[in-house]
């Protein structure tokens, strides 16, 4: 299986997030085809994946009004038609429904999006490795 990762990240955490999850598939033979910001994708990465993994970060008042940052520069990225999905956000407190609501962007481009996780800032390590097992869980790997 080849993946893209995609990440919207402002202080970094969803950034080093989607670089663990990249190390965390590779070391089961997954292929990383790039790690590019969603803002200035690596179109090639985008091409050449089976996966696409887009991650962003929770923005709200912490208790009411969470959600995706950056939805209109995903709904921006190109056309996924095709290929497989698979989300993740970063958060301090509370998701909510973030990820319903990043999932059904993704939907949006024509992916088919099998699922998400939401990682705690502070524990990026062990959630990047739950989300990247589960991900080879629910998808043979095609190595
Ligand atoms: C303006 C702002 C609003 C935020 N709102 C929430 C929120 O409503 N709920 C939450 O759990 N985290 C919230 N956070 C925390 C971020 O989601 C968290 O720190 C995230 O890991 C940041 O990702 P980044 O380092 O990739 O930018 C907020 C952060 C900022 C800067």
Same mark, same amino acid.
């Given at each position: 299986?080849?993946?893209?990762?995609?990440?919207?990240?402002? #202080?970094?955490?969803?950034?080093? $997030?989607? !670089?663990?999850?990249? $190390?965390?598939?590779?070391?089961?033979?997954?292929?990383? #085809?790039? %790690?590019?910001?969603?803002?200035?994708? !690596?179109?090639?990465?985008?091409?050449?994946?089976?996966?696409?993994?887009?991650?962003?970060?929770?923005? @709200?008042?912490? %208790? %009411? @009004?969470?959600?995706?940052?950056?939805?209109?520069?995903?709904?921006?990225?190109?056309?996924?038609? @095709?290929?497989?999905?698979? #989300?993740?956000?970063?958060?301090? &407190?509370?998701? $909510?429904?973030? &990820?319903?609501?990043?999932?059904?962007?993704?939907?949006?481009?024509?992916?088919?999006?099998?699922?998400?996780?939401?990682?705690?800032?502070?524990?990026?390590?062990?959630?990047?490795? !739950?989300?990247?097992?589960?991900?080879?869980?629910?998808?043979?790997?095609? %190595?």
């Amino acid at each position: 299986m080849k993946a893209a990762i995609l990440f919207e990240s402002l #202080t970094g955490h969803t950034r080093t $997030a989607g !670089e663990l999850i990249a $190390a965390n598939l590779q070391q089961v033979g997954w292929g990383i #085809t790039g %790690v590019s910001p969603v803002r200035r994708p !690596e179109m090639a990465s985008i091409q050449d994946a089976d996966m696409v993994i887009i991650g962003t970060w929770v923005h @709200g008042l912490f %208790v %009411v @009004g969470q959600g995706p940052f950056g939805l209109a520069a995903i709904a921006g990225l190109p056309a996924l038609r @095709g290929k497989l999905a698979a #989300t993740y956000c970063t958060f301090a &407190l509370n998701p $909510a429904k973030t &990820l319903d609501k990043l999932d059904r962007a993704v939907s949006q481009l024509g992916a088919e999006v099998i699922g998400g996780l939401a990682l705690h800032r502070s524990k990026l390590n062990a959630h990047s490795e !739950e989300f990247a097992a589960r991900l080879t869980a629910n998808v043979p790997a095609r %190595v």
